[in-house]
């Protein structure tokens, strides 16, 4: 890989919640900026801004990655997910969205971007969690509204619909 200048502008191309986009771009900028300043995508959250606090996890290949940690130029040519790429369409919440409001797992909301993509990421590697693997997975944000119990219950539930209709397909 060749040596980026970090005062050069970079032309990175990449797939956004299913769409192709391109941003112009320092060598040193975050994610973060990238998404909520240039492309104008708002739901990944700046938290700590040192990948402690898990509000600006994305999908990056599917994988939860810190958008705070993360340069942009990073992003040539991988598939993101942000919060916004949850949803089926823009009038319908999906399955873990849906549990969430039911259980009432968010009040401030501000970690809820970064732990509904954390969860959507290890459900579909573990359809099947235990409560002691969702709370794993959760310890890794840190939420000061919810005490986490109705986030756990909302994870599990999500699950266990999410199981449900695979077996019907």
């Known amino acids: 890989m060749p040596l980026l200048s970090a005062h050069a502008r970079h032309t990175v191309s990449f797939l956004l919640n299913g769409t192709s986009v391109q941003v112009e771009t320092d060598t040193r900028l975050l994610v973060t900026d990238a998404l909520r300043h240039s492309l104008g995508v708002t739901g990944t959250h700046v938290g700590c801004e040192h990948g402690v606090c898990g509000a600006c996890t994305i999908l990056i290949d599917g994988a939860p990655a810190r958008a705070c940690l993360t340069l942009a130029v990073q992003l040539e040519g991988h598939d993101v997910r942000t ?22 797992a968010l009040q401030c909301g501000f970690c809820t971007a970064g732990i509904l993509m954390s969860a959507d990421a290890f459900l579909r590697e573990q359809p099947n969690p235990s409560e002691g693997e969702i709370r794993e997975v959760v310890g890794g944000h840190l939420c000061r509204c919810t005490g986490y119990t109705p986030i756990v219950a909302a994870i599990k539930e999500a699950a266990s619909i999410m199981r449900e209709m695979n077996e019907h397909v």
């Open 83 to 104: 919060v916004e790429g949850l949803a089926p369409a823009p009038d319908r919440l999906n399955v873990l969205q849906e549990a969430f409001r039911r259980h009432h």
